[in-house]
């Protein structure tokens, strides 16, 4: 159920203009840590710590780097959801740390489809030919959202060889983009 900070919430949420997506900024990184913490921890009871994604701690060294982004979702100054994409080369990117809020998923409020557009026309506007990701089992609607959204399922031995592998990572998905 979602949360009521104001009188018309939902009706807010209907409207996206009240939904920002900006580029990572420094002041929301213990609001992201904590988000993505959330997610893997107490939804979904996975045993993954910060010290396991020391990236969220050096988010512009890690992903901010050639073709690679990283960005936010925002709702009144609260982080509801990221995305980002590590440059792998060869035109070519790892969709990483694609977190929404359970209280701001689902396809009438747009969070995590406006995420991924975002990360699209940049990869689009970079010249990407191919993005790649790796996920968890336990992520079945994740794994619903991607293919809903073009991408294939492949095995490991698919990945190219600069793709960033996590340990927990057991499915994998490509979105030939050209």
Known sequence: MLESTSPNFSDELSNIQNIQIITYQSQYQAAIIKLILNIQQQEFGLPIT?????????????????NGNFWIALYREKVIGTIAAIDMGDRQLALRKMFVDPNYRGKHIGVGQNLLH???????????CDIYLGTVDVFQAAHRFYEKNGFTAISRKQLPVTFPTMAGDTTFYQLKLK
């Open 50 to 66: 910060l010290k396991d994604q020391r990236d969220l701690l050096d988010i512009p060294n890690f992903y901010q780097q050639g």
């Open 118 to 128: 975002t990360l699209l026309n940049w990869a689009q506007n970079k010249n990407i």
